[in-house]
């Protein structure tokens, strides 16, 4: 079994990683850290009670001077791994301190509030992994190992050549949201905002989809604010080329009334629907069904990222899947949809990062 530290003690963390570490026969729990202790302590409190005298809690403003630091967490020696969920502009820093410590990183989508940020740690986990033989980071983008998504990439490599594809990663996302409730949200201090944080999730599914055979080589993307209550963008529509030149359109929404998410991919031999992660469906050149696969959604997603992080450390090789390479190719398109949007939908081409 091996020992972790939980970094970050926000909702999301309480409400998906916590139940699912503690559910994890391979992981077990010692250490949870947030800013304050009031906010560790709040978190610690939702422990189970057999538990709660084993894992230590660390703050900065903690009246122990042992456990008064992020850095005193990396500085035990039985912590394995980390599992870091923090904010957007704070995550990165986090995560390069765990893996200069050589620890094992699990750290929330996206990889990085930019590209820049993103290289500079892909060039300290290099540099990382020639000193901790086996070190494993893996970014927890749980749409990448959906069960459908999953599928549907089996149907559509088996369908012959791409002709097209549509996404549309629609929601209408209310000012009461609970994904709003955090500051860094509702008034982000970092490009992109929303878009940064949410477009990832179908960017993966897309880049898996078409397979790594098909990398985006051009795009052209407009933006808008739909809803008043939403940081601006709150939407982005691309026209995008990849290798070999065929098109298809991304949309992502978050102030829309238009169903989501979807991903339609049409090849010579039949076209691939995936609706809402909950049904594929294959059908023929003619339009008649001759296949439809039925699951569960996003509902065993984060523990799947969680066996596929245990797993890629007992085998010291990342899960491809949530590579931090591959993670670093999804913020570039975003900022690519941006850039473009920037100047009113002049095309993107990449430049100095291999797509």
């Known amino acids: 079994m091996m020992n972790i530290g939980l970094v970050g003690c926000g909702e999301y963390a309480r409400a998906e990683y916590l139940p699912t570490i503690l559910a994890q026969s391979r992981l077990r729990l010692v250490a949870i850290y947030s800013r304050t202790t009031g906010s560790v302590s ?42 870091i969920a923090l904010p957007i502009p704070v995550q990165a ?24 940020e ?42 012959g050549r791409i002709l097209g594809f549509r996404t549309r990663q629609s929601l209408m996302m209310a000012a009461d ?54 940081p601006f963008p709150d939407t982005l529509d691309a026209i995008v080329a990849i290798k070999g030149g065929v098109t298809g359109v991304m949309q992502v929404s978050y102030g829309t009334t238009f169903p989501g998410p979807i991903f339609e991919i049409a090849c010579d031999h039949g076209v691939v629907v995936v609706d809402g992660f909950k049904s594929v469906t294959v059908t023929s050149p003619g ?33 491809p899947r949530l590579a931090p390479d591959g993670a670093l190719v999804d913020i570039c398109l975003v ?4 850039d473009s949007a920037e100047r009113k939908g002049s095309p993107w081409e990449p430049r100095d990062i291999i797509i």
Request: aromatic share 8%.
């Open 177 to 230: 949201s609970p994904s709003l409730s955090s500051g860094w949200r509702a008034s982000p201090d970092f490009r992109g905002g929303l878009m940064i944080d949410g477009a990832v999730h179908g960017i993966v599914v897309l880049r898996l989809l078409l397979g790594s055979q098909h990398p985006v080589e051009r795009l052209c993307a407009f933006s808008n604010s739909l809803q008043s209550h939403l």
């Open 118 to 159: 993103a290289k500079s740690l892909l060039r300290e986990f290099e540099i990382s992994r020639q000193i901790h033989a086996g070190q494993v980071w893996q970014v927890a983008e749980n749409w990448a190992l959906l069960p459908a998504v999953v599928y549907a990439a089996r149907q559509v490599k088996d369908l």
């Open 287 to 319: 339009g008649q069904e001759v296949d439809r696969w039925t699951g569960g959604g996003l509902s065993q997603s984060v523990a799947a990222v969680f066996d596929a992080w245990t797993n890629a450390i007992t085998a010291s090789i990342g899960e």
């Open 335 to 338: 900022e690519a949809m941006l």
């Open 42 to 83: 709040a978190f610690h409190d939702k422990l189970p009670l057999e538990l709660r005298g084993s894992v230590k809690l660390y703050s900065e403003d903690s009246d122990d001077s042992l456990l008064r630091s992020y850095q005193n967490l990396l500085g035990d020696g039985s912590i394995a791994g980390v599992v």
């Open 93 to 116: 820093q986090f995560v390069s301190l765990a893996l200069n410590a050589g620890k094992h990183v699990l750290s929330e989508k996206p990889i990085a509030q930019s590209v820049a």
